[in-house]
């Protein structure tokens, strides 16, 4: 029986983590002492989050609350994409924070090469914005998910659809 196991790497976020994160990030903001003034403002759009607030000082604070809350569910801090900083109306600071999800080619590539040069077992196939790695041997596989993590990659790596 030749059967062959296969897992996808990919680049995503739980949705409904984010949003959660933002909603404790929000009423954190509300109740402290030194941003509870601020009118300050976290928006989340379709691949966006737009960040509103008095002065850079209270933009710094409101990001680093945000890495907070987002650390302790779980959420990488690599899908958060800063813009720069930009004048809003009435003195004000605004910020858009775009959020990276999926590999992009290059980077696809990057990965397919270290598989392909470490072990020769299995093989990596670019699908789309994600890679699919597959063996003959559910081991060589646990090894290429090794591999692939031991690497610093400039976008949040998962496994899924290990079969």
Known sequence: MASSF??????????????????????????????????????????????????????????????????????????????????????????KVTLKKGINQDTAKQISKLVRDNLKKVTASIQGDAVRVSGKSKDDLQQAMQLVKQEDWPMAIQFNNYR
Do not use: W
């Not at 949003?19 to 903001?29: E, F, H, P, S």
């Not at 002492?33 to 960040?51: A, F, Q, R, V």
């Not at 990488?76 to 900083?85: N, R, V």
């Open 6 to 95: 296969s897992f996808d790497i990919v680049s995503d976020y739980d949705r409904q983590e984010l949003v959660n994160a933002l909603d404790q990030a929000r009423r954190d903001v509300i109740s402290r002492y030194d941003l509870k003034d601020t009118n300050t403002t976290i928006d989340l759009g379709d691949d966006t989050i737009t960040i509103e607030t008095a002065s850079d000082m209270t933009l710094n604070a409101v990001k680093d609350l945000l890495h907070q809350k987002a650390a302790k569910r779980n959420l990488s801090l690599k899908i958060f994409d800063y813009g720069e900083p930009e004048a809003a109306s009435g003195n004000r600071v605004r910020q």
